[in-house]
């Protein structure tokens, strides 16, 4: 089991035991690899809830550029909500499995397909 895998592994036990999700692999799996190298970095691999910078780069980054989604409220609410889900508390979010969220949250898996 290579590196990937392994950290796949890990989103996945996050979106059960965390989150109270079973995932859907293949998606997971498409999100992980299109996330590319920050999976493997410390610090880019976990998002920052609390962060608005960070907040805005998921916003702008993912939400708008790659779901294709109107700038609009409804994009902090999601956001705001998959951060509410994972735990607040939580201090290590997956990039992953936050994107993960989101794309299911906005049924926007045709764009991993």
Do not use: Q, W
Request: hydrophobic share 40%.
């Amino acid at each position: 089991m290579g590196k990937r895998d392994e950290l796949i592994a890990k989103y996945a036990d996050d979106l059960k035991n965390k989150c109270k999700m079973n995932a859907d692999m293949d998606l997971l799996t498409k999100v992980a690899i299109g996330c590319g190298p920050a999976i493997y970095d410390t610090d880019a691999s976990t998002v920052a809830g609390s962060d608005a910078s960070e907040i805005e780069t998921i916003k702008k980054n993912f939400l708008i550029k790659k779901l294709g989604l109107a700038e609009g409220v409804k994009l902090d609410e999601a956001i705001s909500a998959v951060v509410e889900t994972y735990g607040r508390s939580e201090r290590n979010k997956y990039r992953a499995v936050v994107y993960y969220m989101l794309t299911k949250h906005f049924g926007k898996e045709a764009v991993y397909k």
